[in-house]
């Protein structure tokens, strides 16, 4: 009987993201507040001599890779390294958070096939070095790991869990289109040097403003609606000018709120409740647009049984 473990993992929505100034590395310190949605993708891993991935889901697949780039792989064959497991993975992605859309759903192929291989394998690694090795795949994964509602500085993979109260209700507009998260941070480089003089010096290492904070605290969505921010959205709507009109759309239909989450295209609406929710799903959708409902918070990587 071939053994396999199946984990489900969030894809997630930045309510808020500052990106700090270029630095000498290329990089940028980010100060972001996380909240993991009800959005899965689903790993299913079973032994193998080698290391393979298959996709299939409900979003468009076309951008994602099935060979050794793939981040899935790339979890495996580094946990293995880490391990010094000889054998390999048959990875099956089930993907239902959309690809390069800002939400974090290649994070979340990582973080659930490193645990389900170290569950699979028997190689029992601490929590605190898969988070570490979580770090090295990307930025976003050791959030897809924990999941709930939290501050990410740093890279953004420096994580402190943030208290939220009570259910926050998203409704996400999903893109037919991609967007690079290096080109919309180049861009958002580019509008800096070129008003460098009408704006503040930018703060190399950035914060979560206090008003979010405590808007999650409270578990207020309207507090939240107005203390939300994103340093990339202006970047991405400059690079896609398309998403403004979604925006105002969503605002238009009951939405507290639109951001771009992350670096884009997504947007997600931050809704009063479960039945605003639902009216702006509908709304939205007769404006030909693909939307799906989402919950937050909710849990990070799990191990499920089929």
């Not at 969030?10 to 808020?16: A, E, L």
């Not at 949605?37 to 996709?55: G, H, I, K, P, W």
């Not at 580094?78 to 958070?97: N, P, Q, W």
């Not at 647009?289 to 990587?301: D, E, F, S």
Request: charged share 20%; glycine share 10%.
């Amino acid at each position: 009987m071939v053994r396999r473990v199946h984990v489900k993992a969030p894809g997630k929505v930045n309510v808020f993201l500052k990106v700090g100034a270029l630095l000498d590395d290329g990089y940028h310190d980010v100060a972001i507040a996380y909240q993991a949605v009800s959005l899965y993708e689903d790993v299913r891993v079973s032994e193998a001599d080698d290391f393979r991935v298959s996709v299939a889901g409900t979003v468009e697949l076309s951008r994602v890779p099935t060979d050794g780039s793939n981040i899935a792989i790339r979890a495996a064959r580094l946990l293995a390294a880490k391990t010094g497991y000889r054998g390999g993975a048959d990875i099956e992605l089930t993907k239902h958070v959309p690809v390069t859309g800002g939400m974090g759903g290649g994070s979340a192929d990582a973080a659930a096939t490193l645990l389900a291989c170290d569950t699979l394998w028997g190689t029992e690694v601490p929590r605190e070095e898969l988070l570490e090795l979580a770090r090295k795949l990307g930025s976003d994964v050791p959030f897809a790991f924990t999941g709930g509602t939290a501050i990410g500085t740093g890279r953004g993979d420096e994580l402190s869990p943030a208290l939220a109260q009570g259910t926050f209700q998203w409704v996400l507009a999903l893109a037919d289109f991609g967007l690079s998260t290096p080109a919309v941070y180049r861009e958002l480089d580019a509008h800096r040097e070129r008003h460098a003089q009408d704006i503040f010096p930018v703060d190399p290492r950035p914060s979560v403003d206090t008003d979010v904070l405590q808007a999650l605290r409270a578990g207020d969505p309207t507090m939240l609606a107005e203390a939300m921010h994103n340093d990339l959205q202006a970047p991405a709507l400059h690079l896609q000018p398309s998403l403004t009109e979604v925006i105002e759309l969503g605002e238009q239909n009951g939405a507290l709120a639109g951001i771009v989450s992350g670096s884009g295209p997504t947007v997600a609406f931050l809704t009063p409740d479960a039945d605003a929710a639902l009216e702006l799903q509908v709304a939205l959708s007769a404006a030909r647009l693909a939307v799906v409902r989402a919950t937050g918070p909710v849990h990070g990587a799990r191990i499920v049984s089929d």
